[in-house]
């Protein structure tokens, strides 16, 4: 309980560190890295055959070396049947044994016969995953994703149900308009019937004549009329021309599916579970509309820093522009330079338009060259443009190229990595601030930037007696916190104040409010009671000891008590606390100093 409360304080006051500097860097902390999967020891399957009802436990012995097993699952498919049926389940850890445990329910119409492991997929809290998949004759192909062992010993017989290895069957099909234009809503009409488990889903994928675009529709049972229904509803940007079915998939509840491809002439795969056939009368013909069928382009991306260690952010920006409908998304993904781990960030615009976002490097990142395997940028109408990493399955000189009608490329992208490196190998900034010689605080600050806890500024200076305002008491909140950013609606801060999504944020959040008048005083200084208000409500701090003389009767009294109760603070020598002065950069050396060293305590 101790130790708890110990790290319980250690955090507060790194919030505080946080509100009061905002050049604080993250302290270092030097981990293993982790660029292994977990790994699959040994499985136990609880009956070998199983009936309408019965439950089958399963329970695997699972292994991570470093960051720990994030997911297990499992998954069965029969072994005598082409269809494309599975039983999955998620296992989850019992504390108690340390094993993962999950179980299988024997459907009603479940295929009978001997049923055997799929595959097994782990993943470990880094993001290193493998697939462990059934494969008898195949136990020495391997890669660094997946392999094939011999999981025959897992496999259980299902016995006494009634089989339902039929799919659905599509029986009419219909369409309201051959002709539409600007805002009409075209109606879909499906006539599906299914023997045993039930229908489950209609799906309808039209794709527009030129472009990536598409118009997805997941059709809805009308019990009345006994048949399924959609619709869709023509839009401003929609591409003039004829828009033509994809594809209608058919699903029941036991999972028998079947898929109707538009194609020429009719070729069907019964074994794959699909047919091509001649959709054209189900076309859908649209005028009347600003065609948008051009992807959107990337103008400039900017990586910020491209050297880091554990606990240091980096920061993404993409100058994306489009045409007519304007953006939708635009997603990064980096992956690790050893292992299998990723870091998807998805970039939101900010109020300069451009699309912004970061990600963390944590404790168990792999170390080295963190490159970028896609950028992909997405409009409002759907057309997208994806750049990828070079094409490795390709010979050198030949990884590198455009697919114009796709609207991909695989280029080059080494320019956009991310390096990272052990702590020590970053420049650590100089520790000799001109201003802090002789200053009170002196050994604080050289103590804590030296750790590369607390850095100071371009100009060679410290400023250990500068107060921190409002308004960068409530940015450095908000990005601690990863608070979502949105306009502040106080009358004294713009939409164009460089602080305005932060503070909005705080507010928000009901960490950092604003004045009676409707005010916030961004440049405000910020106040010891103010500070301790944000910690007090950031970390819901609960009790009350009221020690102090000048506070009884102060606003933010109750805020104060809870730091005093939380033995955070012990006010001034003269038992008070002085709630409304402003707070110095040297005095949060001095706080921070003494929490992490007992030297630096009075």
Known sequence: ??????????????????????TVSPSFVQAAEDVSPPEFNVMEVSKEKATVGDKVKIT???SDDVSGVESVEVVYEPDFNDLVIEKSTEL?????????????????YDLEGTWMVDSINVKDRQGNSYSYHNGEGKTSHKTEDYGYIDLSAYNFEIYETTEDDEMPVLEDFSVSHERAKLNDQVTLEAKVS??????????????????????????????SEDVYEGSFEIGRYDAAGDWKIHYIKLMDVQGNDYTHYNGEGSFENQRSHYIYRDLTPYNVTISGTK???????????????????YGHEVELKADVSDDLSGMQSVEVMYEASEGNATKTIDLQQNRNGIYAGSFEIDEYDALGNWKVEHIIMKDKQGNFYTYFKPDMFLPEGQREYK?????FEHKN??????????????????????????????????????????TGYKDGSFKPDQKITRAEAATVIAKELKLKLVSSDFSDVSDQHWADEYIGAAKKAGILNGYDDGT???????????????????????????????????????????????GITNGYGDGTFKPDKSITRGEFAAFEARVLNEEFRP
Not at 198 to 209: L, T, W
């Open 403 to 407: 697919v114009e009608r796709l609207n």
């Open 413 to 454: 992208l080494d320019e956009y990595d991310v390096v990272v490196v052990e702590a020590g190998e970053l420049e650590i900034p100089s520790t000799q601030f001109e201003d802090t010689q002789n200053h009170w605080a002196e050994n604080e600050v050289v103590y804590l930037v030296e750790r590369n806890i607390l």
């Open 291 to 309: 065609d948008d069928h051009t992807p959107p382009e990337l103008n400039e991306f900017v990586v910020s820093p491209k050297k880091v260690t």
């Open 1 to 22: 309980m101790v130790f708890r409360e110990k790290l319980n304080l250690e955090k507060i006051w790194f919030m505080i560190a946080v509100m009061m500097l905002l």
């Open 60 to 62: 695997a012995d699972i």
């Open 92 to 108: 989850n850890l019992n504390s108690d044994t340390g094993k993962y445990e999950g179980e299988l329910e024997v459907g009603e």
């Open 194 to 223: 299914d023997n045993l488990s039930g229908v489950k889903s209609v799906e309808v994928e039209y794709i527009a004549p030129v472009s990536n675009a598409v118009k997805y529709i997941e059709m809805k049972y009308n019990k």
């Open 520 to 566: 916030f005083g961004p440049d405000s200084k910020l106040s010891r009671a103010e500070m301790a208000t944000i910690v007090s409500r950031a970390y819901e701090l609960k009790g009350e000891k009221s020690i102090f003389e000048d506070t009884e009767e102060h606003w933010a009294h109750q805020y104060i008590d809870a730091l005093a109760a939380n």
